[in-house]
Structure formats: C-alpha cells, structure tokens
C-alpha cells in the first residue's frame, strides 16, 4: 500500500473517530431514545393485534350464508345485526379457497388460502394452520364501469346484486336496472385449484353505452403475511403480460404507475410469497387500461403497519356490444410456488424475481432442476440447500483448481516482478516495464487473466443464487437449526434497539458467512503481488472491507440464502486446502516453469510471435521515447 493511500485511510479514521465522539449522545438521550423505540414497537403491537381482532370479529358476524363442500344444501344464517342490512357476505371454499362474495357490488369481498399462514401465526408453534388472509373485508374491490352515453356513470361497486342461483361450488349475482337491462356475474370454483371461473354478462345497454367504454376496476390493499414488513413491501408491485411484447412490471420503488401500451392477457398483483392473477380469456384492450401501485406514507395511516401497497388495475373488457356481451376471466389467488404458477401455462412464473438474462436462465435450468430434485427426496431443506451447495462447487471445482494453479504461478513469479519494479521506478519507464512483464508471462507461463476469468465464469451464478433463494416458496416456513424461517433473516439476539442500516437483531448465519469470506479473503491475498501501480491502492486491503460490509447487507435478508453463502464459501477453503496439500506442489510448479523460461530464452527463435497487444505495447513505447527525444531536444 503506497503512501497516499495510507495517508487517506488514515484521514477517513479520523473524521470518523472525531464524528463519533462529538456526536456521541448522552446516557440519558440513549435510554430517552431506547424508551421511544420500546413504545413506539408496542403501540405497532397494539394497533396490529386490535385491527386482527376487530376484522375478525366483523366477518364472523357478517357471514350469513355458508355453502358446504360436504354437500349441496345451503344453510342460511342471520345474525341480529344482519337483519336491517342491505348487504351480505357469502362464503363459498374448495380445498385451497375461502372466498366471502359480497351482494353489495356482487363482488369478492375476502380470500384466504386454506394451506398456509401468516409468520405471526406460523410462530405461535400451536400446531393448527390458520388460513392465511390474501385481503379481508373492506380491503378490495372489483366492479364493471358503464360509462353511459347521457354522462352518467354505472359502477356496480355501489348497487346491491341478488343472487340468482347458488350451490357449493357456483354463484350467480344479477342486477337489473329495468327489466332488459341487466348485468350478471357468475363465480365458478374448480375442485382443489386455486383459480376460480369469473364470467361478466351484460345485456340491454345497446344504445346506452359505447361498448370499447367498459371497464373493469380491481383494487386491493394487500396485508402483511411475512415475518420482515419492509422487505415484503419492497418487493410487491404490479405486474402484467401484454399480447404482443410479452411480460411487463412496475418498479417496486415508491408509487407507480402504467397506461397499457398494447392489450393485456393478464395482470397480477404480486406480493413476496403470493400473487393474485386477472387472466382474461380475449385479452384486455389496450384503451383506458392501467396498472398502478400506491406506497403509503410513512406514518400516514395504521395501514403502515399492516397493509404493504395500495394496488390497481383499470382494465378495457374490450367489448364489441352491450346487448348480450360475455367476458371470462380467470382470476387465480395462489403462491409464488414454480411449479403451481408453471402448470397454468402462462407465463405466471415470469413474476418469480429470479434476476434478468443469464442469471435467470442459470436460475431456471440449472439451480431449479437440481434444487428440484433434492426436493423431491423430502429432505429438509436445510439439508437441500446444503447438498445443492456441494453439488454447484464440485461442478466448479476445475474452475477453481484453475484458479489456485494461476494464483500460485504469480505468487512464484513475484520476486521477479518486485524486481521489474524496482528495475524501472519512473513513470517514463512504464511502457518498458509492461513489455518485459509480458515477456516474463510468456516465457514462465503464467497469466494474470488467467486466475480472472475462471472468476469471471463463475459469477453469474453467483448472482444468481442471490436472486433464487429468496424468491424460492420452497423455503417459507421451513426452519433449520436456530433459523426459524429460512426465507426471512435468522436472530440469535433481538436488540432493545434499532442499528441504521443494520436492523434490531443479530443474523448468525451472516456473521457465519463474513467470517468465512474474511478467512477466504486473507487465504487468497497471499498469492496477491505486494507491489501496485503508482497511485493505485492494493486491492487485498480493500477486499478485507467487503466481508464487514457484508454483515450490514444480509443481516435482513434470506437466512437460507446467508447459509448458502457460508457453506459455499467454507467449502472453497476446504477444496483449496486441499488442492494446495494434495494436487499441485508449487516447487515442482516453480522448477516446471524455471525450465520453461530457460527453453525460451535458449531457443529464441522457437519463441511465439508477438500478440497484436504486445506489438502495440512496442509501437507504443517507440512513441513515448521519440516524445522524449524530441523534449530533450528542445
């Protein structure tokens, strides 16, 4: 490390050290803002718990009609306070669904998916799973818009339907406006799926309306099923799939939204782990459509603490008459599972975030088919994702042996090159230094790049996997050692208070994993030429910075995707470890490229020719001395 570096580490340490101590506040501001953090989590309780209570107290007494699935018959139900209300909530469920429909708006009123839970109920270990609530009551609505041709408006959200027919797996909500003028909607369940049949009929309206006017409003304030609040909202948004340019989303970043610039086969509202699809039958049209998010802000609404996003979709029926129009939908409420969104032959599963280009296509046919497979075995996975990590670094291991073979190669060589460096200190010198640097590679056999681009191949998938893990549904709810839920962040330690850009606990798996990659860091910079560029820092030091980096960055992300990295990473050490003890013995290396150098310079004329790299590195220093020359001259 050169002098000016020194300097300026030495400068930042010392900014930061007056900083903290000036700014260090007293033991009572602690404690005041220790005492702060402790109510304002309370309150958060207080407020999430009275909200669970009060919802689930209002639809327990709202449900007047329950259909079955035991048998046909339809018990009816009135609750006191029912009996002077012009609206009620009907349930109907198969073995994923229970939807509550309400007559107001003849609309969907709730939807619970019967197969999991939220993490508050998941962590109460009581041994029943209560379903987990998509939206309750009060938190959507879905209705057709008839833009009338006088300048009034119909929005079926506001007028009551009846329900013409009913069984335990269909219901029929109709409202008439006259006698000829009539709109249905038809629900439809499927035995054991997660998707229902939703059909709009509209007849009477010829004259009254312009058809390519219809539209169709869907709006939800999706509730938090995760155990980490910030990180499901962060990654919920909006997305859609057009007819002709195919998938499409709005960023997750703040408030957004999207007029339709081509007709829509789909859109979804898309959380963490579950997602909600309006799979039209003839496409949306492209008309009037949009797609928008809305973020709350912060401190705005109780819906902070237990709502992620307001969602929104206006979509174009593209109707061609209002007399007798017909429009299906295919409305799925499921999970970001792989398999289920890929048996709907859609294209669903383009909303997993498995990343972009080639990280998703390694994501796809690499890491999913293995992880697939070990899956299948019905091991924890906590043990899959182990035997997925050993399975990736043997199939990288020739990679790797590369890479140590290269690095030992520069670390032979580097007495050598210390001496080039002192052999041509100046800047005017460079270009000579480069050329009999090169001529030392070419001659020993050695390469700088070639340790680079065994690294450079394996990146991608190191990405990858940092996208794959925590998309993954297979990892929600799945605990493994002290990790209760591998895809949200594990805690050995919950702090009285909260650290910036750090949380209020303490990842194992994190510090695991920095510590492995400190020790990766140090077993690698000893191959690591001591001498840099003039000016330039050396990297070995600044590599020392990631690892610590490192504990601010994951400590709130996937635990399965920490231990991932800690297992990969401890099983590099131990492979080069082992290449270093039992495969490659550097004296035998360093006499193989002693002899190798002696064979070229005895044999000159045996010698490769010059790259076109190395003829332009000469041109070049021909260049910079006729310069001198020419400054000497003057």
């Known amino acids: 490390m050169d002098k000016n570096t020194i300097i300026g580490l030495v400068m930042i340490g010392l900014i930061l050290s007056v900083f903290t101590i000036f700014n260090k506040p007293s033991e ?6 220790k005492a702060k953090l402790e109510q304002e989590a309370k309150d ?3 407020i999430e718990e009275s909200i669970e209570a009060k919802d689930a107290t209002a639809e327990d007494n709202s449900v007047d009609i329950l259909i079955s699935e035991s048998n046909d018959s339809i018990t009816e139900t009135q609750h006191p306070e029912s009996k002077n209300v012009s609206s009620r909530i009907v349930r109907l469920e198969n073995e994923k669904l229970i939807i509550d429909f309400d007559t107001k708006g003849g609309q969907i009123a709730a939807v619970r998916l019967k197969e999991f839970e939220t993490f508050h109920e998941y962590a109460k270990k009581d041994g029943k799973v209560t379903p987990l609530a998509f939206f309750k009551k009060g938190d ?48 439809a369940f499927k035995k054991d799926a997660y998707d229902i049949d939703y059909t709009i009929n509209i007849r009477g309206f010829a004259g009254k309306v312009t058809p390519k006017n219809v539209m169709f409003n869907w709006e939800a304030s999706l509730r938090k099923t995760e155990r980490l609040f910030s990180e499901q909202r962060r990654v919920s948004t909006v997305c859609f799939e057009y007819e002709e340019e195919g998938f499409d989303w709005l960023s997750e970043m703040g ?35 949009l797609m928008q998010i809305e973020q709350y802000e912060k401190g705005s609404h109780t819906k902070d603490w237990t709502h992620l996003k307001d969602f929104k979709a206006r979509l174009n029926l593209n109707l061609s008459d209002v007399d007798n129009a017909s429009f299906k939908i295919n409305w ?10 890929t048996s709907y032959d859609d294209n669903y599963e383009d909303v997993l975030n498995f990343g972009w ?15 697939n497979v070990l899956k299948s075995f019905g091991l924890g996975m906590g043990i899959v994702i182990l035997l997925l990590t050993f399975i990736i670094k043997f199939a990288l291991m020739p990679i790797q042996w590369k890479m140590y073979v290269s690095s030992a190669k520069m670390k032979i060589l580097r007495p050598e090159l210390d001496k080039l460096t002192e052999k041509y200190p100046d800047k005017e010198d460079a270009m000579k230094k480069q050329m009999e640097t090169m001529s030392l590679y070419r001659e020993s056999g050695a390469s700088p790049l070639a340790g680079c681009v065994p690294m450079l191949i394996q990146m991608p998938i190191l990405l990858a996997v940092f996208r794959f893990f925590p998309a993954t549904f297979d990892l929600r709810q799945k605990s493994f050692l002290w990790a209760e839920d591998l895809s949200s962040y594990d805690s050995i330690y919950e702090l009285p208070f909260s650290i910036p850009f750090y949380g209020d606990h303490i990842s194992l798996f994190t510090l695991l994993m920095a510590a492995t990659t ?28 990631f690892p610590f980096m490192m504990i601010f960055f994951f400590n709130n992300y996937s635990s399965g995707l920490s231990y991932y990295y800690f297992i990969s990473t401890l099983t590099s050490i131990l492979i080069m470890i082992l290449i270093k003890k039992f495969f ?5 290396l360093k006499l193989k490229m002693a002899n190798r150098k002696a064979t070229a310079q005895a044999n000159p004329k045996k010698k490769k020719g010059k790259s076109k790299f190395q003829e332009r590195l000469e041109q070049m220093q021909k260049a910079q001395q006729e310069q001198l020359k020419n400054k000497k001259k003057k």
């Open 584 to 588: 490659v013995d550097e004296e035998k």
């Open 357 to 371: 280009g080639l990280f998703r296509w390694i994501n796809l046919y690499a890491i999913q088919p293995v992880f």
């Open 255 to 289: 408030s957004k939204e999207q007029i339709a610039e081509d007709k829509l086969d789909w859109v979804a509202f898309k959380q963490s782990y579950f997602s909600s699809f309006l799979n039209a039958e003839n496409s949306f049209g492209k008309d009037g459509s």
């Open 518 to 545: 400190l020790v990766y860091t140090k077993f690698n910079s000893g191959q690591m030429p001591q001498q840099q560029q003039p000016g330039m820092p050396n990297m070995k030091y600044i590599m020392y910075f």
């Open 140 to 187: 959507a609505t879905n209705s057709v818009i008839l833009p009338m041709l006088d300048g009034t408006e119909i929005n079926t959200a506001n007028v009551i339907f009846n329900i013409k027919k009913q069984t335990k797996d269909k219901i029929i909500f109709e409202w008439k406006k006259s006698e000829k003028e009539v709109i249905e909607f038809v629900y």
């Open 332 to 341: 799925f409420f499921g999970p970001n599972d792989y398999k289920v969104l």
């Open 28 to 33: 009572e501001e602690i404690q005041a803002e």
């Open 44 to 46: 958060k309780t207080d």
